[in-house]
């Protein structure tokens, strides 16, 4: 896998990384092709870590097309946004889209009803399937309240973070939501990402699981991206080794990269 099209740089409050170091991680690791997708979380609630998930738009693109022109001759680097989707944003996230001259968009959910599962306060006294549950409610219901991004980022997010060790996840419990969530993301044209994070919190698969992959191309899917949500130069290209067995065993045969909003379609070694 040469593309790495999910990555967080020091624009993004929950990464220290500088976007140089993080190019040149990729360079190193003998990519050809990134995208960096800084955070933009409209009314992401307040930290004590201070977290605000905001891109500063015009530092960021006075930086990054700059970095792009200067390692031209290496890598092609795309610059991107991941967009936080919350159901009452589609306007708002509307004008962000319409208004940067994005290569790539995500749209991805962090947040449940407001808040983020990430915190372990979140589950305070939360049944975990109902939890879920909510979790692709709200992403259903923010896919038709906006749509101009290109694919949905992490779908299972939320499954990162359950604080209960017992726990089983299994997507077939869920079923209804993920075949609709899947089912309006290829009937609007959109995709959906294999992002290997999933194995770094040690769940030993991507997000969204091996069989929401399945169930994507099954239901008609094509566009598929790959990412390593990576915040430091050390997690570029993150386990990617995995992922070319796990899209072929999908019925995959091409991975998808986007440039000006246009996907190109890469074959499959």
């Given at each position: 896998m040469l593309s790495d099209y999910h990555i967080h740089t020091n624009f993004s409050s929950d990464s220290k990384a500088d976007p140089k170091d993080m190019i040149e991680a990729a360079i190193k690791k003998g990519l050809s092709d990134i995208c960096i997708t800084d955070h933009h979380d409209l009314?992401?609630?307040?930290?004590?870590e201070g977290v605000d998930f905001l891109t500063d738009f015009t530092s960021y693109f006075?930086?990054?097309?700059?970095?792009?022109d200067f390692y031209k001759d290496k890598i092609n680097v795309n610059i991107g946004i991941e967009?936080?989707?919350q159901p009452h944003l589609g306007k708002e996230n509307a004008l962000i889209a319409n208004e940067h001259p994005f290569d790539f968009i995500i749209g991805s959910s962090h947040l449940v009803s407001g808040m983020d599962p990430y915190?372990?306060?979140?589950?305070?006294?939360?049944?975990?399937?109902?939890?879920?549950?909510?979790y692709f409610e709200e992403i259903i219901q923010s896919i038709n309240a906006f749509d101009n991004f290109d694919v949905y980022g992490h779908i299972d997010y939320?499954?990162?973070?359950?604080?209960?060790n017992s726990f089983v996840y299994n997507p077939t419990d869920y079923y209804d939501y993920i075949h609709t969530v899947l089912k309006l993301l290829i009937e609007k044209g959109k995709g959906i990402e294999i992002n290997t994070a999933g194995f770094k919190y040690g769940l030993n698969h991507p997000n969204p699981t091996e069989s929401i992959i399945n169930l994507y191309n099954e239901l008609g899917g094509e566009i598929i991206t790959v990412?390593?949500?990576?915040?430091?130069?050390?997690?570029?290209?993150?386990?990617?080794?995995?992922?070319?067995?796990?899209?072929?065993?999908?019925?995959?045969?091409?991975?998808?990269?986007f440039s000006e909003r246009k996907p190109t379609f890469v074959k499959l070694d």
């Open positions: 009314y992401y609630p307040a930290t004590e006075d930086l990054m097309p700059q970095l792009r967009l936080g989707m915190y372990k306060d979140y589950w305070n006294d939360r049944d975990i399937n109902a939890s879920i549950c909510q939320i499954i990162r973070y359950v604080p209960d990412g390593s949500d990576a915040h430091k130069p050390e997690h570029i290209a993150y386990d990617f080794y995995k992922v070319p067995e796990i899209l072929k065993n999908a019925g995959f045969r091409y991975y998808t990269i």
